[in-house]
Every structure is written in structure tokens, then in C-alpha cells.
């Protein structure tokens, strides 16, 4: 169809495996470029396809564009998409391979979301980022060999999952985080907390109003949790995390406990003394919390719920407009 009409094409979604032949993958995207797409999705794995049309990477209509492919892309392919593409303003990146690329560099004055996932062989390559309208910043890949990030005084909101292995955990991430602390809402995996509460100055967030903690393995030999993060983030209004991420109760507490915090949602609770300490301590330092959600671990008996909840509704609170919810 794309061959026979001459209509333009606002959007465009090519997903194909080993039986499809590279000549029509070229000729279908060709069409689309030539039918000026604006976003275009690419999905193609395991085919004797091993590049692009050069015409795709100087597509000037092009808006969004993600692209899951299965090889390798060349390095000045890559900077004539973002120098030609000058209308791009979304970009979704996964399964890039960057074995044997040095710098992967993303420079764009109109890019206002940027998402890269699960990369390949990226241990020796820098991501460099200068990107002055970026908005939205997704990360879930591995950490690379080194972090450049510049003019991304737009940021609003940045997720950041690191895939890491334990013998990973030395690597630094401390250039990363420095350039996204003005973000306005952030997402951490656990391992991206503790890489950032590894940074040998912790930075301070002085804008942030939003985070999300994401749990996925055991806090247990932690000796620093989200009580650092909370003391580097003054203006924190929102806070959803896992419990066990609260690795002790700080004797100073955070400003943003007393003065900003409105919403807290504790996730994972047992009906064990340290966790109840931890809901008590929000509570009785909250001068601003308005809504305190806790979701449990566990099944519950209804007699057991009836302690728990009489327990922690009881428990003092600096705010008199805060409700608690508790999801068993």
C-alpha cells in the first residue's frame, strides 16, 4: 500500500523477523520516509538486515523515532540522525549494540524525550547528552564507561533503572546524576539509589517535588538508604518507596519531613517493631503530610489487622489534616 498511495504518512510501525527479505525492509521505510513520516517505529531482529536506508538518518519530517534493531549502526549514521532530523523531538532507543563505538553522542535543540533500554557491550562507551529542550529522560541499561551531560536546564522528569551485576557496583555514576538534579520527579531503581548514595558528594536536588523509589533485591547489608537522599531533597512533596530502603531513622530530620512532604505512600510493611518505628517516625514529623498510604506484605487475619491499624492510627501526628490509608 505504501508503494501504491502517494498520501503522506503520519505514523509508521515495522516489526519483522529472519523470513522477511532486507529488500523490502529498505523499501518499506524509504516509502515511509518519501511519504514524510513523522513517527516512525522499528522492530527488526534476526534478518540478514545489517543497516539503514542513509535517507532515514536525514528525515526531515521525522518527530518520534524508536528503533529495537539486532545490529550494529555506524557511528556518522548516528550524528546525521540527530543533525538532519532537525525536527525530532522523541527518541526511544533499544538493543542498540555499542561494541566498538567510543562516544555515543546525542545532541539535539529540539529533543524533548530521550528513552535508551537495554543496551549492548556499552562498558567502554561514553553517552554524551546535549540536549537543551530535554524533558523526559529514561535509563534502564547498564552503566557505561562514562557519563557527559550538558544544557539540560528543561529537565522535568528522569527514570533511571541501572542493569547491574555485583562486581557493576564500583562503577561511578556521579556525572549522571549531577547534571539531572534540577529534575522535578524522579524514578530510582534500588541500584541506581545506591550508586547515587555512593557519589562522593551526594547532590542536592533543590527543585525535585517528586521521587519513586523501585524495588528489586534486599536492602539488607545497606549502610545508607533513602534517609541520605531525603536530607538532599528540600522541596519534596511526593514520596512512594519500599520500606526496607529506610535503612535508619536520621535523629536530624529532613526539612522536607517537617515543612514540604504531603503525600507518602510506604509499600512492603510487616507488622515487625522496626518497620512500625519507621510509620511512626513519618508521622510524628510530617508537619506538612496530608495523606500517608501504607500497602502490607503480608495477609493479614482480621483480628491482626485490627492491632496493626488501632496501633498506628494512635500514634501521634504533627499534622492534624493527615489520613491514613492501609491497603492489606
Not at 510487616?270 to 500517608?292: F, M, N, P, S, T
Request: aromatic residues 10%.
Amino acid at each position: 500500500m505504501l508503494f501504491v498511495h502517494k498520501t503522506n504518512v503520519y505514523k509508521f510501525r515495522l516489526k519483522c523477523g529472519i523470513r522477511v527479505d532486507c529488500c523490502h525492509v529498505y523499501g518499506w521505510i524509504l516509502a515511509a520516509v518519501w511519504r514524510g513520516v513523522k513517527h516512525l517505529d522499528l522492530n527488526i531482529s534476526y534478518t540478514n538486515v545489517k543497516t539503514l536506508p542513509d535517507a532515514l538518518f536525514a528525515c526531515r519530517t521525522l518527530v518520534a523515532l524508536k528503533l529495537d534493531i539486532h545490529f550494529i549502526l555506524d557511528v556518522p549514521k548516528v550524528k546525521n540522525l540527530f543533525s538532519s532530523c532537525t525536527n525530532l523531538e522523541d527518541v526511544i532507543i533499544e538493543k542498540f549494540n555499542m561494541e566498538n563505538i567510543n562516544n555515543f553522542n546525542i545532541s539535539h535543540h529540539l529533543l524533548q524525550s530521550l528513552t535508551i533500554l537495554h543496551s549492548n557491550d556499552s562498558s567502554n562507551c561514553w553517552l554524551i547528552i546535549d540536549s537543551p529542550n530535554l524533558a523526559y529522560f529514561k535509563y534502564i541499561d547498564h552503566v557505561v564507561g562514562g557519563y557527559s551531560l550538558e544544557n539540560l536546564q528543561s529537565i522535568v522528569s528522569v527514570d533511571i533503572r541501572f542493569i547491574i551485576e555485583d562486581d557493576d557496583l564500583q562503577a561511578d555514576a556521579t556525572a549522571l546524576f549531577r547534571e539531572i538534579s534540577n529534575v522535578r520527579s524522579l524514578l530510582l531503581s534500588s541500584t541506581s539509589l545506591k550508586l547515587l548514595l555512593s557519589c562522593e558528594s551526594l547532590p542536592i536536588f533543590a527543585s525535585m517535588v517528586e521521587l519513586k523509589l523501585y524495588c528489586e533485591h534486599s536492602y539488607e547489608y545497606w549502610e545508607k538508604g533513602l534517609e541520605s537522599l531525603l536530607t538532599s531533597s528540600p522541596e519534596l512533596e511526593k514520596l512512594d518507596f519500599d520500606q526496607e530502603v529506610l535503612i535508619s531513622l536520621p535523629e536530624k530530620v529532613p526539612s522536607c519531613l517537617s515543612f514540604k512532604l504531603k503525600v507518602t505512600e510506604f509499600s512492603n510493611f510487616r507488622d515487625d517493631k522496626d518497620c512500625i518505628e519507621k510509620v511512626k517516625y513519618i508521622l510524628k514529623h510530617g508537619g506538612a503530610l496530608q495523606k500517608l498510604t501504607i500497602r502490607t506484605a503480608s495477609y493479614y487475619h482480621d483480628e491482626e489487622k485490627m492491632k496493626i491499624a488501632d496501633e498506628l492510627f494512635a500514634s501521634p501526628r504533627e499534622s492534624k489534616q493527615c489520613c491514613i490509608l492501609i491497603v492489606w
